[in-house]
């Protein structure tokens, strides 16, 4: 009876909803028709006709009273803020937009920022590229050895121009190596600190990889280790992953496999569209369990292998077949599917992906959302032990630095 008293309330609540068409209505008319051409402000810029809305003028003035010039932050209170908002009066010279409005307050444009916020898509895109991020440009095994830029430790340390190249170059491609580092267990900390801070994860605030019998991580093994991301069980994943190459083994083997699996993405779209929207649909359990310095863990994260943002662009890449659950949380008829799209999606990337062996003073870095790593199994013993020193950076970090070497290093004019 109760079930049947909550059926009913159920159904009287939905009848109360406005059906999909309606709302759809509502919405073409009431907001996408709304920002008519007079509410816009023409404005010629070095030959090129803007159009600005009065709305995002008015909010995005610059004065004092508006906008808070050390912080770089909107101060006005839009408790009396007018959303129709009209100009008075509007004057222009060589490098400035002035325009009055109907409430009395004046406000002025550099015209250089405004062009550099303009609403066409050219000047969209110039942002997004210059600003934003930097343009992801992929790459497979025969374009390697084109892309992966190598970059001197000191310089990197006392060039803000060489900093800005290498951290360029990183978010490109997702890849770039370091040369020439010091022996020393705290050097990658000097490039962390160009940067901002390391991410911190139950592995500590860096980490060594060496062969350790009875390890809680199967990287601490001298056997093969297969293509993989970097802990896909944490929600907040590290984005960039840095191993300074203390030893390198002189046996045969340790050699590195990257595969840039933006490009793998788009191969599998193409000729594999099926496997491909499985691999974006399907969500799976990325696990891990164990003891790290007597810290206990227990981890798990849902995310599909390829992870898509709303315009269909890769944002972020799971991928380890040992952290991988065996909790698979989705219908029974999708896992065998769902198991072959994972099988070619593993051996597109060992076709793809590029071999090498970095030597003894490289940092290989590279981007952990996006490319595949692994390595070759090799000879561990007492006269041929291989170390690195590993430390995770988030791609917030190394972006906000590369933004604010880019507007000291270019000095445009209305980048801020």
């Known amino acids: 009876m109760f079930a049947l008293r909550l059926i009913t309330s159920a159904t009287k609540f939905t009848k109360t909803l406005p059906s999909a068409s309606c709302i759809n209505t509502i919405h073409t008319l009431n907001v996408l028709f709304k920002n008519k051409t007079d509410d816009l402000l023409s404005v010629d810029i070095r030959g090129e006709s803007l159009q600005f809305p009065y709305v995002w ?3 995005n003035c610059q004065c004092e009273q508006c906008y808070h010039t050390s912080a770089k932050s909107r101060i006005l209170d839009w408790n009396n803020f007018d959303l129709n908002v009209k100009p008075k009066d509007v004057s222009k010279d060589q490098h400035s937009l002035q325009v009055t409005w109907n409430d009395g307050h004046t406000s002025q444009f550099n015209l250089n920022w405004l062009k550099f916020r303009g609403f066409t898509t050219e000047n969209q895109n110039n942002y997004t590229e210059t600003i934003y991020k930097p ?5 497979n095994n025969e374009d390697f050895p084109k892309i992966f830029t190598k970059h001197d430790y000191n310089e990197i340390l006392n060039s803000e121009e060489a900093l800005y190249n290498w951290l360029h170059q990183l978010s490109v491609y997702g890849v770039a190596l370091i040369q020439n580092t010091p022996d020393s267990e705290t050097a990658i900390d000097a490039v962390v600190n160009k940067i901002g801070f390391t991410k911190r994860t139950h592995y500590g605030v860096k980490f060594v990889v060496r062969n350790v019998p009875n390890t809680s991580n199967v990287a601490y093994l001298s056997s093969n280790l297969q293509l993989h991301t970097d802990l896909p069980y944490y929600e907040y994943c590290p984005g960039v992953n840095l191993l300074h190459c203390l030893v390198q083994t002189v046996s045969r083997g340790g050699e590195n496999v990257l595969s840039d699996c ?11 569209p099926e496997q491909y929207k499985l691999l974006t649909d399907t969500e799976i359990e990325w696990r891990d ?23 269909g662009e ?8 040992p952290q991988r659950g065996s909790q ?5 008829d999708l896992v065998k599917p769902w198991y072959e799209a994972h099988a070619n999606f593993l051996a597109l990337n060992q076709k ?7 030597s003894t003073g490289d940092i290989l870095c590279f981007n952990n959302i996006r490319l595949l790593h692994g390595r070759n199994a090799y000879e561990d013993s007492e006269n041929n032990v291989r170390q690195l020193i590993g430390a995770y950076v988030d ?8 933004r604010c070497l880019r507007v000291k290093l270019k000095n445009e004019d209305g980048i801020c």
């Open 57 to 59: 003028l008015r909010e």
């Open 135 to 139: 343009k992801n440009i992929t790459w």
């Open 262 to 272: 933006h490009y793998v993405a788009q191969y599998m779209k193409v000729h594999h």
């Open 289 to 311: 369990v164990g003891v790290e310095d007597g810290n206990e863990f227990y981890k798990l994260h849902r995310d599909p292998v390829i992870c898509l943002d709303r315009h």
């Open 314 to 321: 890769v944002t972020r890449i799971n991928f380890s077949i």
């Open 328 to 332: 698979f949380p989705g219908p029974i």
């Open 352 to 358: 793809f992906g590029a071999r090498f062996k970095t």
């Open 395 to 402: 791609w917030d970090e190394i972006y906000s630095r590369l």
